[in-house]
């Protein structure tokens, strides 16, 4: 499989600056390896893109594709996850 996100990021509006978000593609609640994406940001209204893909395996059924932010309080539009079956 190979999955793609893409979306426009923000920290809330009660973040501590310097706020670091990272991103990842997680597969059963299990990190993709290489899957990450990470945007510091130093003032209020600052507004990062972020992007992630991966190749992956899926061995067993049912599976649980999610995107997981962590390093705070992060808003998140204008996003999309998508999974395309490969070969």
Known sequence: YL???SGSVSPSSDASYPVSN???LQLNG???PGA??????????ETS???ISAI???TSTPATLSVNSSGGTFNL???SL???KLG
């Not at 990450?36 to 209204?45: D, K, P, T, Y």
Request: proline share 0%; net charge neutral.
């Open 77 to 79: 539009s204008n996003y």
């Open 30 to 32: 299990t990190n993709i």
């Open 36 to 45: 990450a994406a990470q945007h510091v940001f130093n003032a209020s209204g």
């Open 22 to 24: 990272l991103l990842t």
């Open 3 to 5: 999955a793609t996100f």
């Open 56 to 58: 992956f395996n899926v």
């Open 49 to 51: 893109s972020q992007t």
């Open 82 to 84: 998508n999974a395309y």
